[in-house]
């Protein structure tokens, strides 16, 4: 094959890529929260017994708060890491892919699931860039671009 023939096949199959839109990701996402949110119910049920029942505090965080995001962003970490997609995603056949076809990297990730994720936390009003996903050409919301990765149909 010439270089002008391998070019062709790449854009051929580049073209041929269904990008997830806002509400296929909507959806992944609160399926994701439900199983976060059972997750966190059995991990966290425990800390309701301990102190009679008062919250343990360090700093200005509760021990659940912070055990709680450490699972919000250990389970889209990994389960994106070794899957590729979480439980949501697999249910309804999408998957994170890198912009250039490249297995996922830890650094992809860590720019996505925790930079990007922690920046829609922390910056609640945000949460509005969600809807961006839906004007892109590569349906791409703000922490895809950070961790430079799309979310496509399987």
Same mark, same amino acid.
């Given at each position: $094959?010439?270089?002008?023939?391998? &070019?062709? =096949? /790449? &854009? #051929? *199959?580049?073209?041929? %890529? +269904? @990008?997830?839109?806002?509400? $296929?990701?909507?959806?992944? @996402?609160?399926?994701d929260l439900l199983v976060i949110f059972s997750i966190n119910g059995i991990l966290l049920s425990p800390f309701k017994f301990m102190n009679e029942g008062i919250a343990i505090t360090v700093g200005?965080? #509760? /021990?659940?708060? /912070? *055990?709680? =995001?450490? *699972?919000? @962003?250990? @389970?889209?970490?990994? $389960? #994106? %890491?070794?899957?590729?997609q979480t439980l949501g995603k697999m249910i309804l056949g999408i998957k994170v892919v +890198?912009?250039?076809?490249?297995?996922?990297?830890? =650094?992809?990730?860590i720019f996505r699931e925790f930079i990007g994720r922690f920046i829609y936390r922390v910056f609640s009003i945000l949460l509005v860039l969600y809807i961006i *996903?839906?004007? #892109?050409?590569?349906?791409?919301?703000?922490?895809?671009m950070i961790g430079s990765t799309r979310v496509v149909f399987d």
């Open positions: $094959m010439n270089e002008k023939s391998v &070019e062709q =096949s /790449i &854009e #051929t *199959v580049v073209s041929n %890529k +269904r @990008y997830a839109g806002f509400w $296929m990701r909507f959806w992944a @996402y609160f399926i200005f965080w #509760t /021990i659940t708060g /912070i *055990v709680g =995001s450490v *699972v919000f @962003y250990t @389970y889209f970490l990994l $389960m #994106t %890491k070794f899957f590729g +890198r912009e250039d076809d490249q297995p996922l990297k830890w =650094s992809d990730l *996903v839906g004007f #892109t050409d590569e349906k791409q919301g703000l922490h895809d």
